[in-house]
């Protein structure tokens, strides 16, 4: 298939989906509707199924995958402690670490505001 062709098929699924969008916010009945839209009935409801079938195969795969996927992490001995600043960074502070050093580091982290 054809780029073109592939574009033409996206554009007439586009047209055909607002189209049935309009109808459905117009409460007019589909007769009346395509009258009024110079739209063929048969056309309507040929396009309204197909989109309808797309849509409940969309809702189908979404209900048949997981919600929920399992992750595991590395373990990281490495980082004692994490502070996760107001700037949205993140501090991690190795258990090697004396107090003294962590008491600057945080004297610094205040009087910059970031915590």
């Known amino acids: 298939m054809s780029s073109i062709q592939t574009k033409s098929n996206k554009d007439r ?3 055909w989906q607002t189209v049935i969008e309009t109808w459905q916010n117009s409460g007019m ?7 009024a839209e110079g739209l063929s ?9 197909r989109l309808s079938g797309q849509s409940q ?9 997981p919600a929920f996927i399992e992750v ?17 960074h993140t501090l991690r502070i190795g258990s090697g670490a004396e107090s003294k050093t962590l008491s600057d580091v945080i004297s610094v982290l205040r009087q910059a505001g970031l915590c």
């Open 57 to 65: 195969r969309n809702k189908q795969a979404e209900l048949s995958s």
């Open 13 to 15: 699924r586009q047209f």
């Open 29 to 35: 009945p589909v007769s009346k509707f395509c009258k």
């Open 72 to 88: 595991s992490m590395a373990n990281r001995d490495h980082a004692s402690l994490e502070l996760v600043l107001s700037s949205g």
């Open 41 to 49: 009935e048969g056309s309507f409801y040929n396009w309204r199924k």
